[in-house]
Nanobody
Framework: QVQLVESGGGLVQAGGSLRLSCAAS????????MGWFRQAPGKEREFVAA????????DYADSVKGRFTISRDNAKNTVTLQMNSLKPEDTAVYYC?????????????????WGQGTQVTVSS
C-alpha cells in the first residue's frame, strides 16, 4: 500500500507559477513510476506528466510541454510538478499517482495508487 499526499495548490494569476509536491508513505517509493493528472470542472481526468522510477525518463501532455517540469527525490519519497506560465485552462484538481511499472504510463488504469488531489486555480 502506498499513501500519497499532494500539497502546494492554490490561487495564482495567469502567467504565474506554482510548485506541487506529492509525498509518498512507502519506503519502496523508488520502484514506482509516478504521474500527475488533473480534472477540470465538468471534464474527465487527464494525463499531465509522468516520470520513471529513476527519474531519467519523463513524459508530458502536449498542453503543458515546455511549461511544466516533473521531478522526483527518491531519498525523500517525493515527486514535484513545477508549473510555470500558468493559464486559466490549467485550473483543475491535480492528482499524483503511483504505478508499479515502467516506462511511466499515460493511462490512468495503469496507476494503482492515487492521492486525494490539490486544487489549482488560475485567474485571468
Amino acid at each position: 500500500q502506498v499513501q500519497l499526499v499532494e500539497s502546494g495548490g492554490g490561487l495564482v494569476q495567469a502567467g504565474g507559477s506554482l510548485r506541487l509536491s506529492c509525498a509518498a508513505s512507502r519506503r519502496t517509493f523508488g520502484v514506482y513510476s509516478m504521474g500527475w493528472f488533473r480534472q477540470a470542472p465538468g471534464k474527465e481526468r487527464e494525463f499531465v506528466a509522468a516520470i520513471s522510477w529513476s527519474g531519467v525518463s519523463t513524459d508530458y501532455a502536449d498542453s503543458v510541454k515546455g511549461r511544466f517540469t516533473i521531478s522526483r527525490d527518491n531519498a525523500k519519497n517525493t515527486v514535484t510538478l513545477q508549473m510555470n506560465s500558468l493559464k486559466p485552462e490549467d485550473t483543475a484538481v491535480y492528482y499524483c499517482a503511483a504505478a508499479p511499472r515502467s516506462p511511466p504510463p499515460r493511462q490512468q488504469n495503469q496507476y494503482d495508487y492515487w492521492g486525494q488531489g490539490t486544487q489549482v486555480t488560475v485567474s485571468s
